[in-house]
């Protein structure tokens, strides 16, 4: 299976699907550690997102990511929307020109993306961020040799990033105001994050 526009566009079809569904768990999330508005945010800028894809015509996978990084960018705000906006704009970068995407484009692309999220944030491992579920899923996606297994494989790596961070005290964004407090608390960006890669597993399925 390659990554064409198609499964691109079911991805975030797929993404969004998911945010939706689990919108009230990222408000719950974000609540105990932070403000309270990563669900909503989040939701509101896949619904624009999926509005923007079905009135305009997108040529290609890093059309469509570039389309919802703008997107994110200019309706989610916070400390995801920018966040969000850069990863999946640095993806769009290291995916254009190509119709249809092999696996050492896409892992590379995807590295490239988690720097750039890392750059913009200044988040190490260990933080308590979104980057604790990126950072594992992309060395996943790195030492595979299939496509779908392994967007499988960092879909799975992501999701023990996620559950992760519970234990850890945050060192970075709103949650880090509350010191030790933020401790036991599973963190709303990381989730969100699981359900990103655990969307593109399912929708570039062989
Ligand atoms: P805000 O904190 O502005 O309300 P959101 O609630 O939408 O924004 O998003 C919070 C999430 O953003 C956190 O759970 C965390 O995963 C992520 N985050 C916050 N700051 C950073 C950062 N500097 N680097 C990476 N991720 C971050
Ligand atoms: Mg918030």
Do not use: C
Request: overall charge negative.
């Amino acid at each position: 299976m390659a990554i064409d526009r198609d499964a691109t566009l079911r991805w975030i079809e797929l993404f969004a699907a998911q945010i939706e569904l689990h919108r009230e768990q990222l408000v719950q999330l974000d609540a105990a550690i932070g403000d309270g508005d990563h669900g909503t945010n989040m939701n509101r800028g896949m619904q624009r997102s999926l509005e923007k894809l079905r009135a305009t015509e997108q040529a290609d996978p890093s059309a469509v990511l570039k389309t919802v990084a703008m997107t994110l960018i200019s309706t989610v705000g916070g400390a995801a929307g920018p966040l969000y906006g850069t990863l999946l704009l640095a993806l769009a970068s290291g995916l254009a020109g190509h119709a249809e995407v092999d696996l050492p484009t896409y892992a590379a692309a995807w590295r490239a993306s988690v720097d750039g999220v890392q750059a913009r944030g200044g988040a190490q491992l260990g933080d308590k961020t979104m980057v604790d579920a990126l950072v594992p899923a992309v060395d996943a996606l790195e030492q595979a040799t299939d496509l779908s297994a392994g967007l499988q494989a960092a879909a799975a790596a992501a999701e023990q990033g996620m559950l992760a961070t519970t234990p850890l005290e945050a060192r970075k964004g709103r949650a880090s105001y509350l010191g030790e407090r933020s401790v036991g608390h599973q963190d709303p960006g990381a989730t969100s994050t699981y359900y990103l890669l655990e969307s593109a597993a399912e929708a570039f399925a062989s």
